[in-house]
T-cell receptor, first 113, second 112 residues
Framework: DQQVKQNSPSLSVQEGRISILNCDYT??????FLWYKKYPAEGPTFLIS?????DKNEDGRFTVFLNKSAKHLSLHIVPSQPGDSAVYFC????????????FGTGTRLTVIP | NAGVTQTPKFRILKIGQSMTLQCAQD?????MYWYRQDPGMGLKLIYY???????DKGEVPNGYNVSRSTTEDFPLRLELAAPSQTSVYFC???????????FGPGTRLLVL
């Protein structure tokens, strides 16, 4: 039923180290993937995305890797900072269409100073 | 620039009551969306709109109604509130279906 899965509800990392957040999906027709970040009492904000024609996309400290054969993507944050502490949602879409975005359950990242 | 605003922030409803969750955006976005997020779950799409006067159902529309009379506003109506509608509701907007969605801060609803 849940087409996008984030199996780790929480992750704790020391400041300066790498944070790796994982996401799996079941629908092989998904062709666009996004990561959103959410602070308490705020709405999710877009962080980074990747198209299925790529296997890596980088934006500053954030890199998303896509492994289509494994139906798996990951978000790497290097180096992790205390301000990165938030809930991270993975999302995926199949083609175009406003009703085609499916979200994972989220992973709460805590970066320990 | 306010972005996407939602009111109220928090509300307690009794079973059977009705209410309207307000959403407004000032970015002149054509597309607007309503999602709900239940504890431990991902966001699920309730309704969306591709422009004023045009709305369509998402994944979980039952128990809700929407209207879009202006580009800026996209209210979500709950009729006959049920405990299953206890959730956090997020409104979002985007310029097109291809563009990033911008989210409001959410409305936490508790139905008792």
């Amino acid at each position: 039923d849940q087409q996008v899965k984030q199996n780790s509800p929480s992750l704790s990392v020391q400041e300066g180290r790498i944070s790796i957040l994982n996401c799996d999906y079941t629908n092989s027709m998904f062709d666009y993937f996004l990561w959103y970040k959410k602070y308490p009492a705020e709405g999710p904000t877009f962080l980074i995305s990747i198209s299925s024609i790529k296997d890596k996309n980088e934006d500053g400290r954030f890199t998303v890797f896509l492994n289509k054969s494994a139906k798996h993507l990951s978000l790497h944050i290097v180096p992790s900072q205390p301000g990165d502490s938030a809930v991270y949602f993975c999302a995926a879409s199949e083609g175009t269409g406003a009703n085609n975005l499916f979200f994972g359950t989220g992973t709460r990242l805590t970066v320990i100073p | 620039n306010a972005g996407v605003t939602q009111t109220p922030k928090f509300r307690i409803l009794k079973i059977g009551q009705s209410m309207t969750l307000q959403c407004a955006q000032d970015m002149n976005h054509n597309y607007m969306y309503w999602y709900r997020q239940d504890p431990g779950m991902g966001l699920k799409l309730i309704y969306y709109s591709v422009g004023a006067g045009i709305t369509d159902k998402g994944e979980v529309p039952n128990g809700y109604n929407v209207s879009r009379s202006t580009t800026e506003d996209f209210p979500l109506r709950l009729e006959l509130a049920a405990p299953s509608q206890t959730s956090v509701y997020f409104c979002a907007s985007s310029y097109s279906e291809y563009e990033t969605q911008y989210f409001g801060p959410g409305t936490r609803l508790l139905v008792l």
